[in-house]
């Protein structure tokens, strides 16, 4: 139980377009989802939290014109880069959390954009 | 605010000896504390998670880590280590909340490194 998933898995774009990452829970209602980026080497940057309904919040630093983050349904949330440049390459994770069980998150699999 | 610490970007070890992950936090209100997984290009998966019950916690895969208040540590062991447990491997906090879900802070990761 508790499978959260990610599409697409990997995506490369040019620079200038935009891309949408979607994340599902799968077999449990996810009331709150989160968002981080993470670099070569490096460790998880929360970029904004979502809850279903309401729009999202953002950490400091994180541009939210840029990262249009959109929490629709229980089940779904997605992350659209807009106006990608190839700063914005990354290895880009969502996290769900289990209503009723806050302390925990699970974790997508993971998207790797590319902007060339 | 809560931080993590890890000690060791690298950590090398010989299959079957012990591993020893270690994990300091800083939190001005009482934690939760949890260790997670992470194999190349892949998602996070919790290993195991203290929440202010048993202080010594048992997850998956043999891994165990126990809560130390005096010492503000959350060390990672394994007894035996095998060559699948090579990953990375990250400790983070989150404060422990009462309404909705509280943010996860990670550390910046272990690289557990297993020889023949």
């Known amino acids: 139980g508790a499978v959260v998933s990610q599409h697409p898995s990997r995506v490369i774009c040019k620079s200038g377009t935009s891309v949408k990452i979607e994340c599902r829970s799968l077999d449990f209602q996810a009331t709150t989802m989160f968002w981080y980026r993470q670099f070569p080497k490096q460790s998880l940057m929360l970029m904004a939290t979502?809850?279903?309904?309401?729009?999202?919040?953002?950490e400091q630093g994180v541009e939210k014109d840029k990262f249009l983050i959109n929490h629709a349904s229980l089940t779904l949330s997605t992350l659209t880069v807009t106006s990608a440049h190839p700063e914005d390459s990354s290895f880009y994770i969502c996290?769900?959390?289990?209503?009723?069980?806050?302390?925990?998150?699970?974790f997508g699999p993971g998207t790797r954009l590319t902007v060339l | 605010a809560q931080s993590v610490t890890q000690l060791g970007s690298h950590v090398s070890v010989s299959e079957g000896a012990l591993v020893l992950l270690r994990c300091n936090y800083s939190s001005s209100v009482p934690p939760y504390l949890f260790w997670y997984v992470q194999y190349p290009n892949q998602g996070l998966q919790l290993l195991l998670k203290y929440t202010s019950a048993a202080t010594l916690v048992k997850g998956i895969n043999g891994f165990e880590a126990e809560f130390k208040k005096s010492e503000t540590s959350f060390h990672l062991t394994k007894p035996s280590a095998h060559m699948s447990d090579a990953a990375e491997y990250f400790c983070?906090?989150?404060?422990?909340?009462?309404?909705?879900?509280?943010?996860?802070?990670f550390g910046t990761g272990t690289r557990l490194l297993v020889s023949p």
């Open positions: 996290s769900a959390g289990l209503a009723g069980i806050r302390d925990t998150q699970y």
């Open positions: 979502s809850n279903e309904g309401s729009k999202a919040t953002y």
């Open positions: 983070a906090v989150s404060a422990r909340g009462y309404t909705g879900f509280q943010k996860l802070v």
